[in-house]
């Protein structure tokens, strides 16, 4: 079984910043590109950033100079630095993830269960 778990959501005032994290657990055999999405109430999901195996890394116009997405050193971790936070960043976060798993188990895209963070003074 393959899990993502999300971490580092939360409240924080205007201006702020918060650094999410997750990290990939099971019969992994590679981990390709890792992604943020968000789903603010009554609004579609959306991607937020995107990181390659590579390092190669895509934002969403409204997130660009603002977040940065990066992967650890093991590769089966991502986090989203989050600056200068405004209420409309004000979403459930979700990390997702192309990953084979060990075995004759195809190519799968994973989700994790999501985050919240909440921007409000």
């Known amino acids: 079984q393959v899990q993502l778990v999300e971490s580092g959501g939360g409240l924080v005032q205007p201006g702020g910043s918060l650094r999410l994290s997750c990290a990939a657990s099971?019969?992994?055999?590679?981990?390709?590109?890792m992604r943020w999405y968000r789903q603010a109430p009554g609004k579609q999901r959306e991607l937020v950033a995107g990181?390659?195996?590579?390092?190669?890394?895509n934002y969403a116009e409204p997130v660009k100079g603002r977040f940065t997405i990066s992967r650890g050193n093991a590769k089966n971790t991502v986090s989203l630095q989050m600056n200068s936070l405004k209420p409309e960043d004000t979403a459930v976060y979700y990390c997702?993830?192309?990953?084979?798993?060990?075995?004759?188990?195809?190519?799968?895209?994973?989700w994790g269960q999501g985050t919240q963070v909440t921007v409000s003074s």
């Open positions: 997702n993830a192309d990953i084979k798993p060990l075995g004759v188990s195809p190519l799968t895209n994973y």
């Open positions: 990181i390659s195996n590579g390092g190669i890394t």
């Open positions: 099971g019969t992994i055999f590679t981990i390709y590109s």
